[in-house]
């Protein structure tokens, strides 16, 4: 079990690279983590959704995802409040208070997912959450310590060099976790080093004769992983590539499914901007509306930061508009929870741009697709995983067709688009032929990239740790 001293130390990243590096060498690896917390979520193999991280782990380990592989997904709604998810169903909203009271009830499905896996692999890689040295926490954890005690996982310990303090990040976890918390910890790593390996030689073994624990690493920084899905939208760049096609993305409060900018912003045509609250919307080639976790809550707050005014000013100048899922049901022209199941009771007026009107339900669509767009002819592979009902006219002219079915609506100009299909533009013919021009020339194979990189981050674990010595600690 990899555990972190603290948030993005990279154990998401250690843990999809050491799963293809075990792969490639001939053994069954499936990724592990006990609960995660995110709104970039994955459907699975067996219909329900785990973490967009767990997911990827799950492709580097050359295996189809299924719900053990996360057996509790928090997906926050608001400042207190999540949607809980538990094998990959949603079991209902939680505040924080009441959740982190009794989520310690979940720790006998955490296991069984766990051994599930175990039973079909030759080594299960877990992931921790957070910091493992959350005292605070400790009590109901079914995250780090209070799993890795019940499943008897022996411990690595991540610490990320780069944000400095290193050392006392180490040692310090080892001062104010429980003692026998402390004896599962088999060893220590130090991740995302730049320079000379061989300068932290005395940090190592000071780290190593604190703790009584070998130290491993230093691995250097891994600099292609940008190539690969993010788990947090803040660990995206605000602006990402130099492309004369811009995309322009507003940051709301609940973004989810933020994978869907991936293809695009590997595209060599094309410049993604992330913008931040605070900051009106540049004009673009095309603005793009994302999947939302909470769309009425999310509507309100493009509305406090006038983005809407943009939105609509740089329509009029002829930037194009595309909404994905919660963005598809932003620019119609109502939003309604009668049941109040993304927050309180009401309705909230959208954008105008579509002729639709969409109804919250508790209702949860979550599929695996295989499509093709209404636009340009080209197939599409991409999910569905949203919540709500969306009726009017605008449906007359789709965005897609999922068989028969069609899927999104397109305005009679073509210039505003919704869809609730993620992972569109993952499909390369579409990508350049929805971009045009700037990706006339283009020669990018998404998919084909996503796992080249995987295996060059196996490459640099191999050559930057021992993978006997990591595997011999495991039991």
Same mark, same amino acid.
């Given at each position: 079990m990899f555990m972190g001293t603290g948030s993005d130390?990279?154990?998401?990243?250690?843990?999809?690279?050491?799963?293809?590096?075990?792969?490639?060498?001939?053994?069954?690896?499936?990724?592990?983590?006990?609960?995660n917390m995110s709104n970039n979520a994955a459907v699975t193999a067996d219909g329900g959704e785990i973490g967009r991280a767990q997911a990827l782990q799950a492709r580097a380990a050359r295996r189809q995802p299924i719900t053990a592989m996360n057996p509790v997904l928090l997906k926050p709604e608001g400042e207190t409040g999540s949607q809980l998810v538990v094998r990959g169903r949603r079991v209902g909203t939680y505040k924080a208070r009441e959740y982190w009271s009794e989520r310690h009830k979940l720790l006998p499905q955490v296991c069984a997912a766990h051994q599930e896996l175990a039973a079909d692999a030759d080594v299960v890689l877990v992931e921790g959450a957070g910091s493992a040295s959350e005292v605070n926490l400790r009590f109901g954890d079914i995250a780090n310590f209070g799993f890795a005690r019940a499943a008897d996982v022996p411990v690595v310990l991540v610490?990320?060099?780069?944000?400095?303090?290193?050392?006392?990040?180490m040692v310090?976890?080892?001062?104010?976790?429980?003692?026998?918390?402390?004896?599962?910890?088999?060893?220590?790593?130090?991740?995302?080093?730049?320079?000379?390996?061989?300068?932290?030689?005395?940090?190592?073994?000071?780290?190593?004769?604190?703790?009584?624990?070998?130290?491993?690493?230093?691995?250097?920084?891994?600099?292609?992983?940008?190539?690969?899905p993010a788990e947090d939208i803040l660990g995206l760049p605000r602006a990402s590539g130099s492309g004369a096609y811009h995309v322009v993305v507003p940051r709301l409060p609940r973004i989810s499914n933020f994978d869907d900018l991936d293809p695009l912003r590997l595209e060599p045509g094309v410049t993604v901007e992330i913008v931040e609250p605070g900051r009106p919307l540049p004009f673009g080639d095309l603005i793009i509306l994302p999947g939302s976790k909470s769309t009425r809550s999310d509507l309100a707050a493009l509305r406090r930061q006038g983005w809407d005014i943009d939105i609509l000013h740089h329509h009029r100048m002829g930037a194009r508009i595309l909404g994905i899922c919660g963005g598809f049901q932003m620019l119609g022209h109502t939003v309604s929870d009668p049941e109040g199941v993304e927050g309180s009771v009401g309705t909230s007026a959208g954008?105008? +741009?579509?002729?639709?009107?969409?109804? +919250?339900?508790?209702?949860?669509? +979550?599929?695996?697709?295989?499509?093709?767009?209404?636009?340009?002819?080209?197939? +599409?592979?991409?999910?569905?995983?949203?919540?709500?009902?969306?009726?009017?006219?605008?449906?007359?002219?789709?965005?897609?067709?999922?068989?028969?079915?069609?899927?999104?609506?397109?305005?009679?100009?073509?210039?505003?688009?919704?869809?609730?299909?993620?992972?569109?533009?993952?499909?390369?013919?579409?990508?350049?032929?929805?971009?045009?021009?700037?990706?006339?020339?283009?020669?990018?194979?998404?998919?084909?990239t996503v796992d080249a990189t995987l295996d060059a981050l196996a490459a640099h674990l191999e050559h930057h740790l021992d993978l006997d010595q990591l595997l011999g600690l495991a039991r």
């Open positions: 130390v990279g154990k998401s990243l250690l843990v999809a690279g050491l799963a293809r590096a075990y792969t490639n060498r001939g053994l069954r690896v499936a990724p592990f983590k006990p609960q610490a990320d060099i780069e944000r400095g303090g290193v050392i006392a990040a310090g976890t080892f001062a104010v976790i429980d003692p026998d918390d402390a004896a599962l910890i088999a060893a220590t790593l130090v991740n995302k080093f730049q320079g000379d390996p061989q300068l932290f030689d005395d940090g190592k073994q000071f780290i190593a004769g604190r703790t009584n624990r070998p130290c491993l690493g230093p691995v250097p920084y891994f600099a292609e992983a940008g190539r690969l954008l105008n +741009l579509l002729d639709v009107d969409t109804v +919250l339900g508790d209702r949860k669509e +979550l599929r695996v697709e295989q499509a093709v767009s209404a636009l340009t002819g080209d197939p +599409l592979v991409g999910y569905h995983m949203h919540m709500g009902v969306t009726r009017g006219h605008g449906l007359d002219r789709p965005f897609a067709y999922i068989g028969a079915a069609a899927d999104g609506a397109v305005s009679p100009d073509a210039t505003v688009m919704g869809t609730y299909l993620h992972g569109v533009f993952t499909s390369d013919s579409f990508r350049r032929n929805f971009i045009g021009a700037a990706a006339a020339t283009s020669t990018l194979n998404y998919e084909a």
